[in-house]
């Protein structure tokens, strides 16, 4: 380990470990944080942009004369007239380039008006033209287009084998061979993308307010695409409403804000009808699972196959990692865990909270409990009994693995009871299921400064940014913590481009990315002052920070997170509505940073997971090519009314092969294996197995109409 | 969403009058539909009369026993009022299952009764739909149809009326009044106030070009009747009814027999549906759970389902059965199985 | 800003604007914002929504979905909670509107339900929050004045209805948090709404 990665002493910390109450909440509740549609430079104009009304073909004409006699118009912009971008990795991005429409509500046009409702009525008056050619949404079994792609997201190789898993399944004395259904899942974050861009072109300055996940790389890609050097360009993103993945790269959204602010000379916002999210800033994509599992009458794991299908677009290859998580979970030698992906007329795909592990998780958690229920077996004690010494797939042994005690301590606090029958209230099924979480760590290399103030505060700069998670806070609690000071001598300046490059707030690798940076910049600045004597200079004292070398080292242990979530459901065999009673959760994610924002991070997450097991279903529509459910009230994020009483607690885990800080990540690991235990819930309470997402009252109902016939 | 006049009423005539002089206007109360489908494209008035300010927001007594509910009082307004919740808690139980809080605040009676069907593809004007444009083809028959009609449907429409309080409002055998002009009101059945799509699924109801709402007369409750409202829907608030029914049963209490029973399913049908079949079936005779069952499926046994939503039959056997049930103090029979 | 307030117009308040040509498609509306008079010139498809935050700067209230699907856009209308997404402006002639930014009082201090969002950490990406908290205050006020929801039964025909956890989560089922800060809402809005306070804010109380 590098000298950076010892711990922080514990003894010596304030903060750290309490419960800080978020240092912009104030802001928040009295309406004063401005997200990115709320900046109001002088002579604004407002972008509306036209999705394409085919599903696979090519523009042939865009009449824009209605639209441009409109009052207040500015500018239409098609694809024959746009601003020819420079490049880009991500092609989602080359909007307005070309004629061609990948899938429908792909932007074919942005109309741009002084007025917000300038802007809608002139996108609406715009006729464009289209060559449409057949196309096909549905991903299927034996789908002719399906192929195993080189790598699935994350950078995991698609298929991965050890031993011989068919043969030791065809020998095992218990087994099941099960398929589980994923249907497309939506981020939809409160708030939809957005961006205000402002070319000053006397400067010849670049400014963007983007509702992002991390100003870095949007800079980067906005540079690259306007032909700007990187430092003609400067986001900022103080507060972001939400993005669970959506906003990890830049989006449609903002780029064609920054080609309407360089057409029209004028600040321009364009904030995305909520219409529009399904088709343009990404979603989790279907899956169809295939899991065998075999094992021995002990419940000893012999074989593990876990085969995903997956969608991905014609524009780009995502391909959600769902098998990834078999190669983590359980002790096994014969498994293989593979990928193959089929790219449709869809719109593309991309992160949402926990990808892979998410869907990926549901299949293997829920084929635990078939097994289980094939044993004979409490589902605790199947997964304790196959609780592997080392990672499965790579042999390295775990920086820290607790899933057993997770799973123990969750037991004890919802009081299950193993094999629980269930129990009838009048019309009410009611059972309980367990399932188990896991999510790894990852860590990027980042920057930050630390400055020392003669009046003895201090500023310290890191570009992260604080999409609900709490980071302004923690970071902050890091700060005065490795400075030694208490939390209100420290201002912590963030969601800035300007300041040294940093990741996203993604893969659970924030806090642990900027706070390694800011623990550094910190530490550095108090061995300057150490050795400073004397009163500070008027300028004060800097440190800065680069964690790119002790970041990017390879550990030589598999590091991941682990969890167990318990969940209590009602069937209402009257009409097949499934209600949760009670969810708890126990997450083993290293040392818990700010309890307070932790367990608002967990819970978070799990009921982002009772929603996929629920309510949430997306579907594309065959004919026309476009989700079926792009408004809220079609697609069913939970309300409060859904969600009943959810715990999470955690345990304390001593890890030091992480970071300074002795983080996991927490963002994502509270929705992984949610829905799996609900649905094992679910399966306990009617008797029946239902296995394809969400459990709506016309499945439950259809499954209930099917006489009992046992453990199933 | 294109430029549009304003004009606001002070009286029915002057609405009346506005809309007269302003071809293809709308009238706009408390807009949370309307305004929803103008930004939507779906409707694009040319001028708006704003009748929100009208006096007709009274909930009088009428005096045969019965309740006036003018045109403009909001949802939340009928729902919280004493002698609605005392008289007719069917119809209370029914308001609140529906929308938000927020949106009750705003939407009044009459535009409950005149919003339009939730239909993804009405909803979607680059997409067929016969109601928003009569002859471009009903893309839901073959498409996505979960949510749409089992009864009532046409070759041309399968949409469902998406109101809750319309259900309530017809098994309690409600009328709705409709002023046309100065010389020109009338009253319409309110299980009859909607009408089914057939050839002409563009229109949602009975109403004439230009008619205004006024209000809801609702008769006087039958002296020991109960009543029931329940509903099934995909999350457990803020979502429309995949099904739900709302009944009224009056059993002698001599010897238990059903004097008289209103039934009205919601979500299974282009209008509330009343279910004459099984309110025949079931005069004159003892709840018992194996009558009730199968006075219900000689309703809807009529239903004709599409690929997809066949369950709401179950559905909402299920739930009248168990209503019923509730009721007539009997035990459902076995819910859910064939 | 650029709009700001425009020259403040003598109309009567609830007053029929002035559309003297037909085809006009504007009209000055006035408004009481957070206990002020605001008197704009609107075309007539601006929302109630969009009138705060793009012509008022009152940018608090939030845009969601624009379709009443959501609720981040919840505002007090005369006092009662209303998404203010579907509210044509100009409908609103004379109307008292509360924003998140007229709950806490002139010097700064929170309104009850403000503290106890903060203190339960009731809000992670803070976009719901403005629409949670009007709508809890009109939910609050609702309860006070006896309204029903849902989940009361049927017996309870009297009086303020009893805000269990089951209450409050059925009668803030209108305001989507994507956080899932469900859990915190309900016991932050449990918690303030045994503060008589709770019902109230700081500029209504001005006025």
Partial sequence: MSPTTATLDTAAQA???????????????????????????????????????????????????????????LAVLTPYDAPRLGPSDDPTLQLLQDTRVPHRGWYVALAVADTLEGARAAAE?????????????????????????????????????????????????VRVDVRYSVPPLHNHAMEPHAATADWDAGRGHLTVYDSCQGTTVVRTVLAGLFRLPEDRVTVLAEHVGGGFGSKSTPRPHVVLAVMATRRCGRPVTVALPRQHLAACVGHRAPTLHRVRLGARPDGTLTSLTHEV??????????????????????????????????????????????????????????????????????????RVRNDPATEPDSGRPFSSRHLVECLREGATRFGWTGHRPPLREGPLLIGSGVAAATYPVYIAPAGARAHARPDGSYLVEVNATDIGTGARTVLSQIAADALGVPLDAVTLSLGNSALPPTPVAGGSAGTASWGWAVHDACTALTDRLARHHGPLPDAGLSASADTTQSAKQKPPYARHAFGAHFAEVQADTVTGEVRVRRLLGVFAAGRILNPRTARSQFIGGMVMGLGMALTEHSGLDPAFGDFAERDLAAYHVPVNADVPAVEAHWIDEHDKHLNPMGGKGIGEIGIVGAA?????????????RLRELPLTPDRVLAALSVPDTGPV | MKPFAYVRATSLREAADAYAAHPGSRYLAGGTNLVDLMKLGVETPTALIDISRLPLDG???????????????RNS????????????????????????????????????????????????????????????????????????????QSEHCIATHPSDMAVALAALDAEVELYGGPDSSRTVEAAHFHRLPADHPEQDTVIRPGEIITGVRLPAPVPGARSLHRK?????????????VAVVLDLDPEDGRVRRCALAFGGLAPRPWRATETEARLTGAAPHPDTVRAAVDAELDRAQPLRDNAYKILLARNLACAAIATLAGTRPGAPATP | MAHATDPPAPGPAHGTPDHAAAGDHRSRVSLRVNGARRDLDLDHRVTLLDALREHLDLTGSKKGCDHGQCGACTVLVDGRRANSCLLLAVTLDGCGITTVEGLAAPDGALHPLQRAFVEHDAFQCGYCTPGQLCSAVGALREAAAGHPSHVTADAAQAGPAVLTAEEIRERLSGNLCRCGAYPAIVRAVADAGTDPAATGTAVEAAV
């Fill in chain 1, 15 to 73: 903060s750290l470990g309490t419960p800080v109450p978020r240092l912009e909440a104030r802001d928040k509740v009295t309406g004063t944080a401005r997200y990115a549609a709320e900046q109001n430079p002088p002579r604004r104009a407002y972008g509306w942009p036209v999705p394409a009304t085919i599903a696979h073909g090519r523009v042939t004409a865009v009449d824009t004369t209605a639209a441009l006699a409109l009052p207040g118009v």
């Fill in chain 1, 125 to 173: 008056a715009v006729r464009v033209g289209y060559e449409a050619e057949p196309h096909d949404v549905t991903l299927r079994e034996g789908h002719p287009g399906l192929y195993t792609p080189e790598e699935v997201n994350g950078g995991y190789p698609a298929h991965r084998e050890h031993g011989d898993p068919d043969a030791a399944f065809a020998a095992a004395p």
């Fill in chain 1, 309 to 382: 299908l997956t969608h991905t677009s014609r524009v780009r290859e995502f391909v959600e990692q769902a098998a990834v998580p078999g190669r983590v979970m359980y002790a096994v030698r014969d498994s293989r865990t593979t990928h193959r992906v089929a790219a449709l007329d869809v719109p593309t795909p991309s992160w949402m909270r926990a990808p892979g592990e998410t869907p990926g998780m549901y299949a293997l958690e829920s084929a635990m409990d078939e097994l289980a229920d094939a044993l004979g077996m409490d589902p605790v004690e199947l």
């Fill in chain 1, 676 to 688: 799996a235990a609900i649905g094992n819930a679910v399966s306990r309470a009617t008797g029946r």
């Fill in chain 2, 59 to 73: 909930i009088t007594e009428l005096p045969d026993g019965g309740l006036h509910i003018g045109a403009t009082v």
């Fill in chain 2, 77 to 152: 307004d009928l729902a919280a009022d004493p002698r609605v919740r005392a008289r007719y808690p069917l119809l209370a139980r029914a308001l609140l299952a529906g929308a938000s809080g927020q949106l009750r605040n705003v939407a009044t009676t009459g535009g409950n009764l005149l919003q339009r069907t939730r239909c993804g593809y009405f909803q979607d004007p680059s997409k067929p739909c016969n109601k928003r444009e009569p002859g471009s083809g009903c893309a839901a028959r073959e498409g996505i149809h979960r949510d749409h009609a089992v009864l009532g």
């Fill in chain 2, 232 to 244: 099934a829907r995909d999350r457990a608030s803020y979502a429309f009814a995949l099904a739900s």
